[in-house]
């Protein structure tokens, strides 16, 4: 199947910093990739979908200036925490569909842990 | 938007007996309903789907159902092993191109 990549895999910072994660598709160009949230336990929380060339589309309730999305090429998107409090603390995971597959089977980004303290 | 309810949360069971989850979704215009499967720390792996033109879909073990009328699906495990044990998600593809998740089921197959 096709790869994801997301760097990095964890981070610890601290408040009021600003994280930036990665995600990369190797071997295929994705013109759209999602981000999700994940706490404990509990499900994965669609936040925004990232397109190449425009303005990512927030999920209701997800703040765009807080979590700022940049998807500048068909393999990269980024997101990034800013001024990232103890609460922004999760489990920030990507997808990515190939349009050779007709956009259906999600891969996934191995994730990245972030710890504010 | 899709709204995915999932059940149950947790779900045990002996090695060797079947396994069902079960989600409903909302949006009648859903058309693709992928499962995943998450092992603790690691990214979600895609184990079966279907398209909303398909009653049923089956891949050795796992098999899934899909009722359009009803708008729910399920996921059936037989002969479970304990390397069954992980996190299951459904989800549903909205006509948006959006993939929203269930809230999960924790699998034990226990020995």
């Known amino acids: 199947g096709a790869v994801v990549s997301q760097h990095p895999s964890w981070v610890i910072c601290k408040s009021g910093t600003s994280v930036k994660i990665e995600c990369r598709s190797l071997?295929?160009?994705?013109?759209?990739m999602f981000w999700y949230r994940q706490f404990p336990k509990q499900s994965l929380m669609l936040m925004a979908t990232s397109n190449e060339g425009s303005k990512a589309t927030y999920e209701q309730g997800v703040e765009k200036d807080k979590f700022l999305i940049n998807h500048a090429s068909l393999t990269l998107s980024t997101l990034t925490v800013t001024s990232a409090h103890p609460e922004d603390s999760s489990f920030y995971i990507c997808s990515a569909r190939d349009r050779r597959q007709g956009y259906t089977e999600a891969f996934f980004g191995q994730g990245t842990r972030l710890t504010v303290v | 938007g899709e709204n995915v309810e999932q059940h149950p949360s947790t779900l045990s069971v002996q090695e060797g007996d079947s396994a069902v989850i079960k989600c409903t979704y909302s949006d009648s215009a859903s058309n693709y309903f992928p499962w995943y499967k998450q092992e603790l720390g690691k990214r979600p792996q895609l184990i079966i789907d279907?398209?909303?033109?398909?009653g049923e879909k089956k891949d050795q073990r796992i098999a899934v159902t899909l009722n359009k009328t009803a708008k729910h699906f399920s996921l059936h495990i037989t002969e479970t092993q304990p390397e069954d044990s992980a996190v299951y998600f459904c989800?549903?593809?909205?006509?948006?191109?959006?993939?929203?998740f269930g809230t999960g089921t924790r699998l034990t197959v226990i020995p």
């Open positions: 989800a549903a593809k909205t006509g948006a191109n959006n993939l929203f």
């Open positions: 071997d295929f160009q994705a013109t759209t």
């Open positions: 279907i398209r909303s033109n398909v």
